[in-house]
């Protein structure tokens, strides 16, 4: 049948009779009404948008652009990239430059002052007096005035709190325009609080896992996804429809910050991990297209692989903005996108959505020769990613590129690598004319609008509104797909129920169980079954500031609650007293570096990055650096041989030596939490057995040392023999460093990991280390 898209089909129901007339069920759900279609979308609106119900072919569907008809991008029987190209074709300049934005950080409720801040009808959040769900003056404007439609959410206050923003988000959003709904996202936000003691049936909060290496030590990609799919149904209880995750760069560089965030070393242990994330989060059970209600677009990064920056030094910073291959190991990097983030097994297919990372990546553009950042070089997003590999997803640049930068050092600066010369309509025009759609924290539509008057001075504005409206089709197809168009619409009660349910509390804990490597157990000291007495040693942790330049002050406390581990042992201050110590750490605190002191002592202010606790000399570096270059900078040589660096908490180093000490020969258990590989030649010899984690509750930890759950996890990444083999490799290479050799003879390499019988052998290894 064709279908009829003007009010005349109204008629349709109204000549039958009345018990034909529709089928359709509306329900006042308190500030939104639900429809109810028989055999077709659920969907919601607010009564206060201005959005009126149509009724065609007995069937009811919302007016969104108030037209009194129905269009095809309102009709949902029509398939996503139909009604998103119907729309676009609908869509001004200035809305399509408004879906090109993706917002900075935003925090429920606002903060009152510093990062994260915002005004409510002109005044600070105060609490008691402000409605935390409320929108913020800066919120309203940017949907209305600069038609932003993606938003990315930071903390939350409650659950409950989060729908009902989201709520006011979207019947705003409803009133305005096509109705275009917000796409709201999240970095990851499923990691665990060490303290917190599990408990199925806390509820509220939302469930907790291991970080992404801990996820890649179980080497399951079945356990991945089923993170995923519960990851998704939390995500979509708090109204996220997108993931900007999973993180598959393949971590290389040993000593990079943004480690912690990747599934290891091994590009295919990588692909799978991705693979199934983006399986788990984008796929909706029971669907024709695998997209639906229970969708979480995935966007996968970053391309085309960040992980190699030049002596460790990460690019959110200008110090690190140099991402280097002296191994010639490009192709290895896109590994993780090709065979996995981009070929899924399930419906959806591929990623929806990919982001580039800051970085230059030295001579890789072996076309036009620039060495700028990703997502201003055109091989890598126009000849690659879209040509050579057909990706045909979003393009979202990572946050804030297209700023002024201003520094070196800090986190908090434009992000404009390469292209430091050009304007910012400029900057935005490279990119887009790159074939990026989405530029990551912008709020303002300005420079995407002055960039499309660039275009069309130079090509005519067929071409530009062409190249606009192809950006649009990509972006609008992601709302689409999850379903919001329909109903974007929370119930608060419902959401406090799914967040942190029992079901989900437990597998994000059992997933931590077997997420903690074994490496050392010298004369079988775990498990300790009896209630034996420990001795756990108090640790300093030296003051701090954030990348945020928020100050913690210098603290010595437990390292874990006390109360907890006296449900499985004694606990004794006196060692003495103890049949065995237990000593809690964290791996080696790195630098970013850069040190201006070194500038003013006449240096160039690079420093090594340590991976180890005492001090280090980096006297096997490279004598200069392979990349190099900035307007704030004189000399393009970033190398730093013979210099020397300090580690903040060395003390967790003397911790070990000073409590093996005392026990006098007593079995040490070392538990460390690690988000680097590490040097542990400085304290293995001094413990009796070792564990490594990637991020879990305390409780996870006592179950395995009590003999309670047996550890079967991995290293997904290799641990270095000393600082002289991290100098040596190359930062593009896996698995090319001399790993460690404990006393008990065995290497901490890719793969390594013990249970009680001893050293772990089976099939995972070989599968995953080519």
């Given at each position: 049948?064709?279908?009829?898209?003007?009010?005349?089909?109204?008629?349709?129901?109204a000549?039958m009779?009345?018990?034909?007339?529709?089928?359709?069920?509306?329900?006042?759900?308190?500030?939104?009404?639900?429809?109810?279609?028989?055999?077709?979308?659920?969907?919601?609106?607010?009564?206060?948008?201005?959005?009126?119900?149509?009724?065609?072919?007995?069937?009811?569907?919302?007016?969104?652009?108030?037209?009194?008809?129905?269009?095809?991008?309102?009709?949902?029987?029509?398939?996503?990239?139909?009604r998103?190209?119907?729309?676009?074709?609908?869509?001004?300049v200035?809305?399509?430059?408004?879906?090109?934005?993706?917002?900075?950080h935003?925090?429920?409720?606002?903060?009152?002052?510093?990062?994260?801040?915002?005004?409510?009808?002109?005044?600070?959040?105060?609490?008691?007096e402000?409605?935390?769900?409320?929108?913020?003056?800066?919120?309203?404007?940017?949907?209305?005035?600069?038609?932003?439609?993606?938003?990315?959410?930071?903390?939350?206050?409650?659950?409950?709190i989060?729908?009902?923003?989201?709520?006011?988000?979207?019947?705003?959003c409803?009133?305005?325009?096509?109705?275009i709904?917000?796409n709201?996202?999240?970095d990851?936000?499923?990691?665990?609080?060490?303290?917190?003691?599990?408990?199925?049936?806390?509820?509220?909060e939302i469930?907790?896992?291991p970080?992404?290496?801990?996820?890649?030590?179980?080497?399951?990609?079945t356990?991945?996804?089923?993170?995923?799919?519960?990851?998704?149904?939390?995500?979509?209880?708090?109204?996220?429809?997108?993931?900007?995750?999973?993180?598959?760069?393949?971590?290389?560089?040993?000593?990079?910050?943004?480690?912690?965030?990747?599934?290891?070393?091994?590009p295919?242990?990588?692909?799978?991990?991705?693979?199934?994330?983006c399986?788990?989060?984008?796929t909706?059970?029971?669907?024709?297209t695998?997209?639906?209600?229970?969708?979480?677009?995935?966007?996968?990064?970053?391309?085309?692989g960040?992980?190699?920056?030049?002596?460790?030094?990460?690019?959110?910073?200008?110090?690190?903005k140099?991402?280097?291959y002296?191994?010639?190991?490009?192709?290895?990097?896109?590994?993780?996108?090709?065979?996995g983030?981009?070929?899924?097994?399930?419906?959806?297919?591929?990623a929806?959505?990919?982001?580039?990372?800051?970085?230059?990546s030295?001579?890789?553009?072996?076309k036009?020769?620039e060495?700028?950042g990703?997502?201003?070089?055109?091989?890598?997003?126009?000849?690659?990613l879209r040509?050579?590999?057909?990706?045909?997803?979003?393009?979202?640049t990572d946050?804030?590129?297209?700023?002024?930068?201003?520094?070196?050092?800090?986190?908090l600066?434009?992000?404009?690598?390469?292209?430091?010369?050009?304007?910012?309509?400029?900057?935005?025009?490279?990119?887009?004319?790159?074939g990026v759609?989405?530029?990551?924290?912008?709020?303002?539509?300005k420079?995407?609008?002055?960039a499309?008057?660039?275009?069309v001075?130079?090509?005519?504005e067929?071409?530009?509104?062409?190249?606009?409206?192809?950006?649009?089709v990509?972006?609008?197809?992601?709302?689409?797909?999850v379903g919001?168009?329909?109903?974007?619409?929370?119930?608060?009660?419902?959401?406090?129920?799914?967040?942190?349910?029992?079901a989900?509390?437990?597998?994000?804990?059992?997933?931590?169980?077997?997420?903690?490597?074994?490496?050392k157990?010298?004369?079988?000291?775990?498990?300790?079954?009896?209630?034996?007495?420990?001795?756990?040693?108090?640790?300093?942790?030296?003051?701090?500031?954030?990348?945020?330049?928020?100050?913690?002050?210098?603290?010595?406390?437990?390292?874990?609650?006390?109360?907890?581990v006296?449900?499985?042992?004694?606990?004794?201050?006196?060692?003495?007293?103890a049949?065995?110590?237990?000593?809690f750490?964290?791996?080696?605190?790195?630098?970013?570096?850069?040190?201006?002191?070194?500038?003013?002592a006449?240096?160039?202010?690079?420093?090594?990055?340590?991976?180890?606790y005492?001090?280090?000399?980096?006297t096997?570096?490279?004598?200069?650096?392979?990349?190099?270059?900035?307007?704030?900078?004189?000399s393009?040589?970033?190398?730093?041989k013979?210099?020397?660096?300090?580690?903040?908490?060395?003390?967790?180093?003397?911790?070990v030596?000073?409590?093996?000490?005392?026990?006098?020969?007593?079995?040490?258990?070392?538990?460390?939490?690690?988000?680097?590989?590490?040097?542990?030649?400085?304290?293995?010899k001094?413990?009796?057995?070792?564990?490594?984690?990637?991020?879990?509750?305390?409780?996870?930890?006592?179950e395995i040392i009590?003999?309670?759950?047996?550890?079967?996890?991995?290293?997904?990444?290799?641990?270095?023999?000393?600082?002289?083999t991290?100098?040596?490799?190359?930062?593009?290479?896996?698995?090319?460093?001399?790993?460690?050799?404990?006393?008990?003879?065995?290497?901490?390499?890719?793969?390594f990991?013990?249970?009680?019988?001893?050293?772990?052998?089976?099939?995972?290894?070989?599968?995953?280390?080519?």
């Amino acid at each position: 049948m064709k279908i009829t898209y003007f009010v005349s089909a109204l008629m349709l129901c109204a000549s039958m009779s009345v018990s034909a007339q529709k089928k359709w069920d509306e329900t006042p759900k308190g500030t939104f009404n639900l429809i109810k279609n028989q055999g077709g979308q659920t969907l919601g609106y607010s009564p206060t948008s201005g959005v009126k119900i149509l009724t065609v072919n007995c069937l009811a569907f919302k007016d969104l652009n108030k037209n009194g008809k129905l269009d095809k991008f309102e009709d949902w029987r029509l398939p996503a990239d139909q009604r998103a190209k119907d729309l676009s074709s609908k869509l001004s300049v200035e809305e399509i430059a408004g879906l090109m934005l993706y917002s900075a950080h935003q925090s429920i409720p606002a903060r009152a002052g510093g990062y994260f801040a915002g005004t409510y009808n002109g005044k600070p959040f105060k609490a008691g007096e402000t409605d935390p769900s409320d929108l913020t003056d800066q919120q309203k404007k940017f949907l209305k005035e600069d038609n932003l439609r993606h938003v990315l959410i930071t903390t939350v206050q409650t659950p409950a709190i989060a729908a009902q923003w989201n709520n006011k988000l979207q019947a705003f959003c409803e009133s305005v325009g096509f109705g275009i709904p917000a796409n709201n996202s999240t970095d990851p936000r499923h990691g665990t609080r060490a303290k917190a003691e599990y408990d199925a049936a806390s509820g509220g909060e939302i469930s907790m896992w291991p970080n992404s290496l801990g996820m890649a030590a179980t080497f399951d990609p079945t356990l991945v996804q089923k993170f995923g799919e519960i990851a998704a149904t939390e995500y979509r209880a708090l109204g996220i429809t997108t993931a900007l995750s999973p993180q598959v760069d393949i971590a290389t560089e040993p000593r990079w910050a943004r480690f912690n965030g990747t599934f290891g070393e091994s590009p295919l242990l990588s692909a799978a991990m991705g693979q199934a994330y983006c399986d788990g989060f984008q796929t909706t059970k029971n669907s024709l297209t695998g997209w639906g209600a229970g969708s979480v677009n995935a966007m996968v990064k970053h391309w085309p692989g960040g992980g190699s920056g030049e002596g460790g030094r990460d690019a959110h910073y200008g110090s690190g903005k140099y991402a280097v291959y002296p191994g010639n190991n490009f192709n290895a990097h896109l590994i993780p996108f090709l065979q996995g983030a981009f070929k899924l097994k399930g419906k959806t297919q591929t990623a929806s959505a990919v982001m580039p990372y800051y970085t230059i990546s030295w001579n890789q553009d072996t076309k036009n020769k620039e060495n700028v950042g990703n997502s201003y070089n055109k091989y890598l997003i126009n000849d690659l990613l879209r040509t050579k590999y057909k990706y045909d997803g979003v393009v979202c640049t990572d946050w804030g590129i297209t700023g002024e930068h201003k520094v070196l050092d800090q986190f908090l600066d434009g992000r404009s690598w390469g292209v430091e010369n050009l304007s910012e309509v400029d900057r935005h025009y490279k990119i887009l004319m790159n074939g990026v759609d989405q530029f990551g924290g912008n709020n303002d539509a300005k420079p995407i609008i002055e960039a499309y008057k660039k275009g069309v001075a130079e090509f005519g504005e067929a071409k530009m509104r062409a190249r606009m409206e192809q950006s649009a089709v990509r972006l609008l197809k992601n709302i689409f797909r999850v379903g919001v168009f329909e109903n974007p619409y929370l119930n608060p009660d419902e959401t406090q129920s799914i967040v942190g349910k029992p079901a989900f509390m437990k597998a994000g804990y059992e997933a931590q169980l077997k997420s903690v490597v074994l490496l050392k157990n010298q004369k079988q000291t775990l498990p300790i079954t009896s209630k034996k007495t420990v001795y756990v040693p108090k640790r300093f942790t030296p003051a701090s500031r954030n990348f945020l330049g928020v100050e913690t002050p210098a603290s010595t406390d437990y390292p874990v609650s006390v109360d907890l581990v006296k449900k499985y042992y004694n606990v004794t201050d006196n060692a003495d007293e103890a049949d065995f110590a237990l000593v809690f750490i964290q791996n080696p605190a790195a630098t970013i570096g850069y040190n201006k002191d070194d500038l003013k002592a006449g240096g160039n202010g690079y420093f090594p990055i340590s991976l180890q606790y005492g001090d280090y000399t980096a006297t096997e570096a490279r004598e200069k650096s392979i990349a190099g270059g900035d307007p704030l900078e004189k000399s393009n040589d970033r190398g730093y041989k013979n210099k020397s660096t300090k580690t903040a908490n060395i003390a967790d180093a003397q911790l070990v030596a000073e409590t093996k000490a005392k026990m006098k020969g007593k079995p040490m258990i070392v538990s460390i939490f690690t988000s680097n590989p590490m040097i542990f030649s400085e304290i293995e010899k001094d413990a009796s057995a070792i564990l490594v984690n990637f991020g879990v509750q305390d409780q996870a930890l006592f179950e395995i040392i009590s003999g309670k759950t047996e550890p079967s996890a991995l290293l997904p990444m290799q641990m270095p023999a000393n600082m002289i083999t991290v100098e040596k490799q190359a930062e593009d290479v896996p698995y090319d460093m001399i790993p460690h050799k404990d006393s008990e003879g065995n290497k901490y390499d890719f793969g390594f990991g013990m249970n009680w019988k001893g050293v772990i052998h089976d099939g995972r290894v070989t599968k995953f280390k080519k």
